[in-house]
């Protein structure tokens, strides 16, 4: 009688962890078993309810969730809530994916769009930026062209963007002040999200074609830049007066973040432990962002689809898991969370 009622408390206080009387009831189609619980060496089995964690979760009937194969994320998510906190760990793209692609209607900046529109430029460095993102960002989202095709254009583009950016006035002690003008925004629900992780100490790996010094400070700047946050980004090089004078180590664009993973395989080998994944993205590139992480058991892949919607939906369905469709929060992430983390 007594063991009964340690169960029923645990089910109560902890409702991802459902004891062995709640399995009597909820008979899914995947069950495993979970670590050890919170009242000693007593395991208990997390078991799907009926019509599955998809039907659970009211974050999921949005008309800007789509998904192609529900199976699979009924299994995906199962998974992660089985392994639970310990074994998770989340890769993530930052620039319209962390952060809004927009905001009433306008295009926010991404960590580049910061430097391109910030007040230190000069006309002609702004007119040449501006050129090159005309040029290029149709080729990025161009449907029609793979990940290979378009991988020297993007060489070509990081490359010619830091050259002109390498030659301006550019302090390091300024850049507080460029991002607080700037029109960089997170994603509604992003506090929650990334304190929900600190909480749990979930690492949470920032991989961005972006600039990592902007990346943080807008991070910093709403107070979210928690220990167990690591990015990996374009960093800028300062010299000894603290002015901008080009970039530390290889460039990271949009398709070569597999590379950048694996430059960075080392780290990802410390959360060997960690073998449930959430990776958010936005675009094809992202999704080989966790590429060097090892003994891997599951990954879900949430894709942000903000932009050309009709050209890369078909795209979108076979790659990620989950698609989100101009939708600026992270409200089905945390969702996700909710269930995994609690």
């Known amino acids: 009688m007594q063991l009964l009622l340690l169960l029923r408390h645990a089910s109560a206080c902890y409702p991802c962890v459902l004891a062995w009387e709640a399995v009597q009831v909820f008979h899914g189609p995947w069950t495993g078993r979970r670590g050890a619980s919170p009242f000693g060496r007593l395991e208990g089995t997390f078991t799907c309810p009926p019509g599955g964690m998809i039907r659970s979760i009211p974050e999921f009937q949005s008309k800007k969730v789509h998904i192609q194969d529900p199976d699979r994320v009924e299994h995906l998510i199962c998974g992660l809530i089985k392994g639970g906190a310990s074994k998770l760990q989340v890769v993530s793209d930052f620039d319209m994916t962390l952060s809004r692609f927009s905001y009433n209607g306008k295009r926010c900046s991404t960590c580049h769009n910061v430097i391109d529109k910030c007040k230190l430029l000069t006309e002609e460095a702004a007119k040449e930026l501006c050129d090159l993102k005309d040029k290029y960002y149709p080729i990025e989202m161009d449907p029609k062209l793979s990940s290979e095709d378009k991988f020297p254009f993007m060489v070509e583009w990081w490359t010619k963007a830091h050259g002109v950016m390498s030659q301006l006035d550019i302090h390091k002690d300024k850049l507080t002040e460029i991002v607080q003008e700037s029109d960089a925004m997170l994603r509604d629900g992003c506090d929650v999200f990334l304190n929900a992780l600190n909480a749990h100490n979930v690492p949470l790996i920032v991989l961005s074609a972006g600039l990592g010094d902007i990346l943080e400070e807008i991070i910093q700047q709403a107070n979210l830049l928690h220990p167990n946050v690591h990015v990996i980004a374009n960093y800028m090089d300062f010299d ?38 959430i990776l958010l993205g936005d675009t094809m590139g992202d999704l080989t962002m966790a590429d060097g992480i090892p003994n891997v058991q599951n990954v879900l892949k949430i894709g942000f689809l903000n932009d050309k919607i009709d050209g890369l939906m078909e795209t979108f369905l076979a790659a990620y898991d989950i698609v989100l469709v101009q939708d600026e929060t992270l409200d089905l992430v945390n969702a996700i969370m909710q269930k995994v983390l609690y």
């Not at 597999?258 to 780290?267: C, E, F, N, Q, V």
């Open 240 to 277: 000894e007066k603290g002015r901008i004078k080009g970039f530390k180590g290889e460039m990271i664009h949009t398709y070569n973040k597999r590379d950048g993973a694996l430059r960075h395989s080392g780290y990802f080998d410390l959360l060997r432990n960690n073998s449930n994944v």
